[in-house]
């Protein structure tokens, strides 16, 4: 990366919260519009639907789709339903994440989990709501008049989201004590697999979108796909720096849990320093990716940088 571009982006920062906060309370519009208010016999399905993805957070998700489709024209109201969706998906998987047969999390975002919430089963049930909706959401031609369009985005969605994506990463990381006893170890290369298709594909997804909706090039795509994955890198090292450094009241949810567990991360096989180090790295290196339109996204380009300083 060039020192004027990286400096660009550093500067970029001061502006990056509010930036990240207006398209979250547009997200959450969006939300609001296309989810179910909670109303006869399945109420309390809806209602706990509701409960999971109006928790707050950045919605970091949809501000990629938002960021990237405005570098291809794309009307805002088209993206925010693109990012409606993701950010659906992405509730889903956190709802069954925090599962007792998976990570068995109590706290998500400062509040009970909806499982604690509610009940487990209503959990279970509200999580496959949120996931079917997401594609209800893309199959709409309100999200874009072209059904060719629709049919890419839902079947980058499925793919990402699916067994060769995070579905794919989740059972890797269910089973890593496993796998790393039976094949000898689960080092660096397998932790970077693991984490690009648990949590990277989604964020391939999201930057994919707008060349999508825009109907972009197949250079286009790839080169923000490019910046996702290196950006995907430095949101799951900087969250494994948190469950080390941070405490439950900053993060909202329980932390050194990957310790207690025994699980690698860039983390324990980096240090907290190498760990940041390398974090840093791939923040350069998913603006250098971004090519062209470093200088055109300030917010995209700014984001890794921000990354590399959250405490929460």
Known sequence: MSDNVKMAAQADLAKLPGAIAASARLVDQALDSVLPPPAGPQARVQEAMRYAIMAGGKRLRPFLVLHSARLFGVDDSRSLRVGAAIEALHTYSLVHDDLPCMDDDDMRRGRPTTHIAFDEMTAVLAGDALLTIAFEILSDARTHPSGDVRCALIARLAEASGHSGMIGGQIIDMLADTLRSEGGGFGIADVINLQRLKTGQLFEFSCEAGPILGGASGQDRARLKSYAEEMGVVFQITDDLLDVT???????????????????????????????AEAQKRANHAVDALGPYAARAPELSALPFFLLGRDA
């Not at 439950?248 to 050194?256: D, L, R, S």
């Open 246 to 276: 941070s405490t439950p009241e900053k993060t909202g949810k329980a932390v050194g849990k990957d310790a207690d567990r025994g699980k690698q991360t860039l983390v324990t096989l980096l240090g907290v320093e190498g760990a940041r």
